[in-house]
Structure formats: C-alpha cells, structure tokens
C-alpha cells in the first residue's frame, strides 16, 4: 500500500519519514516498522517480503508485445519501408514514486493471499499522474489492438541507455512519441492524446487501418472504395452486363497494391459467386459468416470472416 506524504504529513511525520520514496516494513501485530533498506528492484523487494514475512512471493514478469529497439535493431526496425512504425522514447528513471509503480504493483498482486502489505510513503506533487498508468496499461494495449496488423509496428527506446539516438530524432522530454510512417522515415512527433482511443485513431489513420480499441475489425475494414463504386454498377446492371463489370473489377484490382490488393481479391471472388449463385449469394453468405463469428474463433479467423462480411455487405446493400 502507499501512504501520499502531501495528503497525510502529520502520519509521515510519526514515522520518521524524510525522504521520498521511504519503505517501510510492518510486521504483523506491530506497528513499530522496519525501514527496508534495499536496492529498489522488484526481485529485492520480494526478497526482503519473503525474509521478513515468511512467504514465498515469486514475480512474474509480465509479457509484452512491444518491439524492444536497441541500437543494433533501430534502423532495421524503424527505417523498414514496409511497415509503420510508432516509437516511443522513455527514460526509466529510479528514485521516485513513479519508477516504484511496477514494483509495487507486483508486489501487492504477488503478496494478496499473503495477507502482506508494503508500505511505500512518496509525494505526488511532482509526478506526472498519468504517466504509470500510460506506460504500464495504454501502450500495451495499442500493442494488442494491432497485432494482427503485419504493417504496424509498436515499438519502444530507452533513451537514457541509447543518447545517441534520442539526440539523433531531438528527443528531450519524456516520454516522446514518434511516428515513423512507411512515406516520411524522418519521423513525426506525435501530438495527440495518450488515451487508448486517440492511439488508435491516430494509427487507423495514419496505417490506413480499422481497428476498434479491442483490436477488432471494423465495419469499414477491407473497404475499397474504387470498387465500392464498380460494385454498386455491378449489382444494378443486367446479368450480360454483370460479365463485362466483372472485367473491369479485374483492372481495377489489377492496380491496387498492398492490403488493397489483398481485399480486391475478396471482392472478384464474391462478385463471381454472385454471377453464379444468384443476386441471395451476398445475404446468405453474410449470414452464414456472421453465425461463425458469434462463436468462439481465433482473433485470425474472426478478422478473416469480417473482411468478407464487410466486402459482402457492398453487394446485398
């Protein structure tokens, strides 16, 4: 637990608290503390918890999905022409309540059914409130909305280790975000919010993406709107002239490249069974692919299915 020497100075006073962070260890029965004295790393601290109070914590290290950038990785990385690429360059600092907030959240999950309690005395005046909770939660979680996203990279740089690179991109605030998209690997600085929906709009736009916060498809993924246009030809025109609108879907998908390329070719499948099946090719289809997304799937199979949800969905409307 973490007692806010700002909010409470008078208890911080009683116990002899100077300095910030202060750890102190109360046995249990006792009120008389015990200052721990350690390194401040999760492993020691668990290590003092399992001296002092007879327990068996253990840390798990919690995974991440986050591309870690290196000097050796960084322009392999980053200056990949292929992929988008959003960087983030922190600094870990030690020494104040917000390096501690890992460990002690670690430590109080680890430590519950032990009945066991750490307490961490700090001041918040000058620390920046959603800076823990950013870097802990939301970053991780712009990780897992893209996942799926082979173009999209998520990545991070401790700049306190790699100078060079933080003075290379002007890096003097933390943490700092950069955009390095497919077109512009100068990097842009991003200045959006720092919340989950505006990581996610900014990459959607930016990527040319749709994903959802969940990491789920929208209803506008796989949507190409040059086709969109020849589809709706298609669907009006009489069966003869279905024949020579499919052609000419061809030499529209014929010039797209990348992921529209790869949707294109959902659109002449659906277009050739629909000239073979019947103008009910698309609503029963739609039907059938939404009844399988309703189980339990992959997150692979569920985007698969939506796109050709979404790209059937232009031909029943």
């Known amino acids: 637990m973490a007692v806010d020497c700002d909010e409470h100075k008078s208890l911080c006073s009683k ?14 029965g ?42 050796e990785n960084f322009n392999e990385v980053v200056l990949d022409e292929t992929k988008d690429v959003l960087v983030e360059f922190y ?34 005046n000058n620390v920046k409130p959603d800076y823990a909770l950013f870097f802990l939660q939301t970053y991780e979680k712009v990780v897992t909305a893209f996942k799926l996203e082979e173009d999209v990279v998520i990545a991070n740089l401790d700049a306190d280790k790699y100078k060079d690179l933080a003075e290379k991109y002007d890096v003097s605030g933390f943490p700092t975000l950069k955009f390095f998209p497919k077109g512009n690997k100068a990097g842009e600085e991003y200045g959006g919010g720092r919340d989950l929906d505006d990581f996610v709009a900014f990459i959607n736009e930016k990527s040319g993406t749709s994903r959802d916060v969940k ?48 949707h294109g070719k959902i659109y002449l ?22 009844r399988i997304l309703d189980k339990s799937i992959s997150p692979a199979k569920a985007d698969e299915l939506t796109l050709k949800k979404n790209i059937l969905s232009t031909y029943a409307a």
């Not at 002899?16 to 109360?26: E, L």
């Not at 390194?39 to 290290?61: C, H, Q, Y």
């Not at 003869?240 to 000419?248: I, L, Q, V, Y």
Request: contains cysteine.
């Open 269 to 290: 499948k659906a277009a050739k069974n629909y000239l073979e099946k019947g103008s009910d090719y698309a609503k029963n289809e739609i039907q059938r692919l939404q």
């Open 215 to 262: 990491g789920q498809l929208t209803s506008q993924a796989g949507i190409v709107e040059s086709l969109d246009v020849l589809v709706k030809e298609f669907v009006a025109a009489s069966d003869e002239e279905k024949k020579s609108m499919f052609t000419r879907m061809e030499e529209e998908v014929e010039k797209l490249k990348g992921s529209a390329s790869r």
């Open 30 to 71: 006792s009120l008389e503390p015990k200052k721990y004295e350690g390194p401040r790393t999760a492993d020691s601290l668990a290590e003092f918890v399992n001296t002092e109070g007879g327990t068996n914590v253990k840390i798990a290290t919690a995974p991440s999905n986050v591309v870690v950038l290196t000097s």
């Open 15 to 28: 116990y002899g608290v100077s300095g910030y962070p202060t750890i102190q260890w109360f046995p249990k």
């Open 91 to 124: 600094a870990p600092w030690c020494g104040h309540c917000k390096s501690l907030a890992p460990i002690s959240i670690s430590l109080r999950i680890s430590c519950y059914h032990f009945k066991v309690r750490v307490v961490n005395f700090c001041k918040t």
